[in-house]
């Protein structure tokens, strides 16, 4: 194959009282048809969701976060554009954010980007901007012709403390760190540190190009929609393999992926992000452009209990409170116009799921997904990676080697599972 191209929340105060920047409040879902109505409506083309800072499986930058540091993160667009811009989240911050400088440029090799492609953001017209704590930033647009599942780098310098970062842990991809002002650079010799976790990023969006219409879809759930599993820096997660069907079959489209590894539907747990009945209106209903959503989720409230995962178990949860949970992401999508895929759970046999009780909570639930006409139409991630031979077990050739997580073959028969006609 070859290599793929690319807690507490303040509100937002007046314009006036944030220095250097216009921070842009996104609008509601049902607000969105009209938006399109007009040209040059911006549209969602790489998003993530955001967690509190956290180091439940080793040091990452989240926990001191930054101080005279340039961050270099590549994302890989789903769909293209002629303009750009970024979004920021101080989401988890105690204390507004400070951003000296951004820049958004093509990728090249690790941390350098192609010569010429450098283009400075700025945010209100101000090449420097303070997000409140609680707050997200957009960018101003930028001239940038971009094509769908391209490799794009955003450069972000923090000349002062940042204090704890607001992040997304399992990014599945390398960031890179510098000491200094280094966000024009096209080399990458001066990013000697790396990550693979991505801050303050939350969004990368376009606008112009192919004529937008609300048919964008978000990915939502935990580390199996996260892509926990899979290549490093390959950009196979089920979502990015969805994407590249759209752009195969010639009709790009936006693909979202809001998945969190660790997160749960029904309870907050510190270091894999807020209960997904919580954070669906901030991560989904906020998005532009998006006409459907993929549900997968549920196996960690299942699972969640063993008291010897990071910060201890979660409180037990049944069936029926997962079901409960369900009916709340179906309802709160529906009452924004949004279409909801709802999916199997997929097999735990030989993982650290392993359990009769467990097993009977994924069977009863999967038998639920399937025949309870709740959701717009359902997709069987269970059968399409499961082992025809032991189908509580993946697949060897589809399996990451935890039994619980697909690898690249697994993530890439879970996207062929799903009927493009149906998104």
Known sequence: MTKKTFGAAARLTTVA???AAV???????????????????????????VQQPAAPFGTNWSTDGFSDHTVRQVVRVTTGGTKARIELSNRYGTTPLKITGATVARTAEGGAVQAGSVRRLSFGGERSATVPAGGTALSDGVPFKVEALESLTVTLYLAGPTGPATFHHFAGATSYRAKGDHRSDTSGSAFTETSTSWYYLSGVEVSGGQAPRRNGVVTFGDSITDGVGGTNDADNRYPDELAERFAAAGKPRSVLNHGIGGNQVTNDWEWAGEKAVARFKKDVLTERGVGTVIL???????GGSNPDFPGGGTPEVSVDKLIEGHRSLIRQAHAKGIKVIGATLTPVKGSIYDTPVIEAKRDAFNTWVRTSGAYDSVVDFDRAVADPSDPDRILPAFDSGDHLHPGDAGYKAMAEALDLDTL
Do not use: K, Q, Y
Request: hydrophobic share 45%; charged share 15%; glycine share 10%.
């Open 23 to 49: 921070l842009t409040a996104l609008p509601p879902a049902d607000s969105v048809a009209a938006e399109h109505r007009h040209g040059g409506a911006w549209r969602g083309a790489w998003a993530t969701s």
């Open 296 to 302: 997968l989720e549920g196996i960690n409230d299942f």
């Open 17 to 19: 009282a944030l220095s």
